[in-house]
C-alpha cells in the first residue's frame, strides 16, 4: 500500500461545477494535511492546510479531513479553466523521521 | 514578503560533471528542505535542515550527493558525479517548523546528457 494515495485522473469537470479530490494515507497517526497545486512545468503552490478532523474552507476550496478513515479530500467550487492543473495531497508521517509524505496527484480539467 | 529563491533555473550537463544548486529560504524559516521530483511523482524529500543541522538525509545518496547549510540560511545541494538517471526537477522548500506548511521554490530542472 503506498503511503498517500491519489487517483491520477484526469479528473474532467465542466467550468461552474464542483471538482472533488480524494486522498487516503496510510499512517494512523498523522497530525497535518496539506494540498498543493501545481501548474505544468511549476512548482507546488501550497493552497490548503488542515489539521483537525472535520471542514475547512478558504474562498472557492474547502479541505476535508476524516482521520478515523485516513481520507482527506479537496472540494473546488465553481471550478475555473484555471484551476486546471495537477493537485498534490501531502501528509506528514513518521518514517523514522517526520516527514511529508506526497501523493502522485490528481490531474483536473476543467473545461469551459 | 520574497519567497523562496533558488538558481539557476535549468543546467544541463554531461554525465560524470559535478553541479550545485542553491537556495535561499524564506526570511524566518528555520526549517529548509531539498526534494526531488521526477515526472508525474510526486516530490520526494532527499534532506532536511533544522537551521544549521541536516536532521534527517536517509534518502540523500551520500556516495554522489551532498549538501551544507551554513550558517543556518541558504543551501547548497551538490552532485558529482551526475548521472543520467539524476535528471529531474530540484525543489527547495522552506517552513517555520516539520509540522507547519511548506513553501516550494521554483526549482532547478536538471538535464544530464
Known amino acids: 500500500q503506498k503511503e498517500v494515495e491519489q487517483n491520477s485522473g484526469p479528473l474532467s469537470v465542466p467550468e461552474g461545477a464542483i471538482a472533488s479530490l480524494n486522498c487516503t494515507y496510510s499512517d494512523r497517526v498523522s497530525q497535518s494535511f496539506f494540498w498543493y497545486r501545481q501548474y505544468s512545468g511549476k512548482s507546488p503552490e501550497l493552497i490548503m492546510s488542515i489539521y483537525s478532523n472535520g471542514d475547512k474552507e478558504d474562498g472557492r476550496f474547502t479541505a476535508q479531513l476524516n482521520k478515523a478513515s485516513q481520507y482527506v479530500s479537496l472540494l473546488i467550487r465553481d471550478s475555473q479553466p484555471s484551476d486546471s492543473a495537477t493537485y498534490l495531497c501531502a501528509v506528514n508521517m513518521n518514517t523514522g523521521f517526520q516527514k511529508l509524505v506526497f501523493g502522485t496527484g490528481t490531474r483536473l480539467l476543467v473545461s469551459p | 514578503e520574497a519567497g523562496v529563491v533558488q538558481s539557476p533555473r535549468y543546467k544541463i550537463i554531461e554525465k560524470k560533471q559535478p553541479v550545485a544548486f542553491w537556495c535561499n529560504p524564506i526570511?524566518?524559516?528555520?526549517?529548509l528542505y531539498w526534494y526531488l521530483q521526477n515526472l508525474g511523482q510526486g516530490p520526494e524529500l532527499l534532506i532536511r535542515y533544522e537551521n544549521e543541522e541536516a536532521v534527517d538525509d536517509s534518502q540523500l545518496p551520500k556516495d554522489r550527493f551532498s549538501a551544507e547549510r551554513l550558517k543556518g540560511v541558504d543551501s547548497t545541494l551538490k552532485i558529482q558525479p551526475a548521472e543520467l538517471g539524476d535528471s529531474a526537477v530540484y525543489l527547495c522548500?522552506?517552513?517555520?517548523?516539520?509540522?507547519?506548511?511548506?513553501?516550494f521554490g521554483p526549482g532547478t530542472r536538471l538535464t544530464v546528457l
Open positions: 526570511s524566518g524559516h528555520n526549517t
Open positions: 522548500a522552506s517552513s517555520l517548523g516539520q509540522e507547519r506548511a511548506q513553501y
